[in-house]
């Protein structure tokens, strides 16, 4: 193994996709594709950018669902990658990123609601958790986001019959790998942000490396 010294843009070494929802406070609610999550205990803490409409729901109002995809739904989650629920959409978006307020039917996903909060969750998502922000750090350009979870919804095709755990063997969630979607498998297909396209259609298969 020959090591090389690199500056890559991202870091997005291979981290589970979450759409999260949050309330706008005018009685719409925000739908959002993120890939900066992880958990301690029943703290989900989350990476989010200073300017978008998910973080400056979750300062004023700090409910939410942290919704999991699988990996058919790739196409669902980039549909929403270019959009923006903040308006007027912030300077360093206006090139790449339009504003759209009804994010779930411009990525064909379904509303249902939730039991603890008021966001609703992604009814395609096979894992949703329900969840109250309690603390926000802000440095920079992001916030970081502690959400303690309140409720954990799973499709019961991916949970082991009588527990309460999730079947490893049955749930594959969607992966953002470098800024391409993966399952736990083949790839899938890849981000418009990505600095490195497949050839040809965007849904040819490439064996994973």
Known sequence: MTHLTIT???LYVGTPVALLTTDNGDGTYNLAPMSSAWALGDTVVLGLGVEGQTGNNLRERPELVIN???PESWKAVEALASLTGREPVPAEKRERFRFERDKFGAAGLTPVPAELVAPPRVAECPLQFEARVVKVDAEGNFLTVH???LRVHADERIVVPGTSYVDPDAWSPLVYNFRHYFGLG?????SFRTETPTAG????RVPRR
């Open 186 to 190: 083949e790839q899938l297909g890849e």
């Open 68 to 70: 999991y995809p699988s």
């Open 8 to 10: 890559p843009s991202i």
């Open 201 to 204: 259609s965007p849904v040819v």
């Open 147 to 149: 959400a303690r979870v």
